[in-house]
């Protein structure tokens, strides 16, 4: 074989490589499921889960969120946890859109509150909320959702109100 055929030869293995490291087993990659409906198995609290996209400028940043969807589950939220991966959240759809207020309590790590208006695009963030507070964050209008993320990651990927989000319930 000569050196060239030998590179280019490389060059085909490190890619093959590379696609079957980032493949998920189903196949498919999580920027393909945005806006699809996905299944995936329930979380170890027991929620559904989805796959969601935050389109941010040239940038889809791609999570896999528990769907809070019960009045109870919503109240509890992520209460009692103590770490959230940076692609994992969870989203709190609302039947009618509402000013939604969120608190921190038994909350204990900090979170990013992202208020998602009827139209998919995000109305406001309240970054890196603060544990365990009682003070009431509030959306500045009526929206249909609310997601939450690890605290400070929106501020990370450069995620801002105006941005897209993405996801479909099963």
């Known amino acids: 074989m000569k050196c060239e055929e030998f590179m280019k ?16 087993a189903n196949g498919g990659s999580k920027a393909n499921a945005c806006g699809t ?3 995936l198995a329930p ?7 989805t796959i969601l996209c935050i389109t941010s400028g040239t940038k889809k940043h791609t999570f ?19 770490e959230l ?5 969870m989203i709190f759809p609302f039947p009618e859109p ?9 909350t204990v790590i900090p979170l990013d509150i992202i208020f998602v208006r009827e139209n998919g695009t995000i109305e406001s963030i309240a970054e890196n909320t603060i544990p365990y507070s009682t003070e009431p964050v509030s959306a500045g209008e009526a929206v249909v959702s609310v997601l939450e993320l690890r605290g400070g990651l929106t501020s990370e990927l450069g995620i801002k ?4 989000v993405i996801w479909q319930a099963k």
């Open 9 to 24: 030869f490389g060059v085909l293995v490190f890619a093959l490589a590379m696609s079957a490291c980032t493949m998920p």
């Open 37 to 39: 409906v996905t299944e």
């Open 43 to 49: 979380s170890t609290a027991g929620l559904s889960q």
């Open 64 to 82: 896999t969120v528990e769907i809070a969807r019960s009045s109870m589950e919503q109240a509890k939220g992520l209460m009692f946890r103590t």
């Open 85 to 89: 991966a940076d692609d994992a959240g």
């Open 98 to 106: 509402k000013v939604a207020s969120f608190w921190m309590k038994n």
């Open 161 to 164: 109100a105006g941005d897209r």
